[in-house]
């Protein structure tokens, strides 16, 4: 049996801009293959693999007086696959 568990949540109204600087953060992260985030339950910091799957989403809905659009980025790994071969 899989445990599976959140190990950072972040769901809150930000300024575009400050989203981008949180975004920013990301993405140096990224860069060196670690990302680190201050939870509900202290520090998390997570070791990233050489490859992983970027799934973008850019959805919308209109209705008559308002519309909804939604961005959603997600990048996925499984450890098994962080060892590419080099052939």
């Not at 599976?4 to 992260?29: N, P, Q, R």
């Not at 201050?38 to 992983?52: M, T």
């Amino acid at each position: 049996m899989s445990d599976k568990s959140d190990l950072f949540h972040c769901d809150e109204k930000l300024l575009t801009y400050d989203a981008a600087v949180v975004l920013e953060k990301i993405v140096d992260g990224l860069r060196q293959r670690k990302l680190v985030a201050n939870g509900e339950n202290g520090p998390v910091c997570i070791d990233l693999p050489l490859l992983a799957n970027l799934e973008i989403e850019f959805k919308e809905k209109i209705k008559p007086g308002k519309s909804k659009r939604k961005l959603s980025i997600e990048l996925a790994w499984k450890e098994e696959e962080e060892k590419p071969s080099l052939d």
